[in-house]
């Protein structure tokens, strides 16, 4: 199981479902798990499996790393796609 601490994935979790507006019930519909199991990863009280990571990931159209890097971590990682799709000629898209 992988229980990772740095960063916190409930909180999170938590953060994206407010920006979306979502409520938890409505977060573990989307990410196909019960309310009580959803509740207890955004409490931090359940460990999780990389299976459960892929889940939430898809559920909240994220990929698996901004889940599990830190705020530090996703400005760089975000900074640097925009600037490879900028190099490229494309536009940037969020990531």
């Known amino acids: 199981m ?13 953060k994206l479902r ?8 409505e977060a573990a519909w989307r990410t196909r798990m ?3 199991h959803y509740q ?3 409490r931090g009280n359940r460990d999780i499996r990389i299976s459960t990571v ?3 990931a898809h559920g909240f159209s994220i990929e698996i790393w901004e889940l599990l890097l830190s705020e530090p971590e996703l400005y760089l990682v975000r900074s ?3 600037c490879s799709a900028v190099s490229r000629g494309r536009k940037s ?3």
Do not use: C, F, H, Y
Request: hydrophobic content about 30%; overall charge positive.
């Open 34 to 36: 019960t309310e009580n």
């Open 54 to 56: 892929k889940k939430l």
């Open 40 to 42: 207890r990863i955004e």
């Open 18 to 25: 407010e920006e979306k507006k979502w409520t938890q019930k």
């Open 80 to 82: 640097a796609l925009e």
């Open 93 to 95: 898209k969020r990531v």
């Open 2 to 14: 992988l229980k990772p601490d740095i960063p916190d994935v409930g909180s999170r979790l938590k």
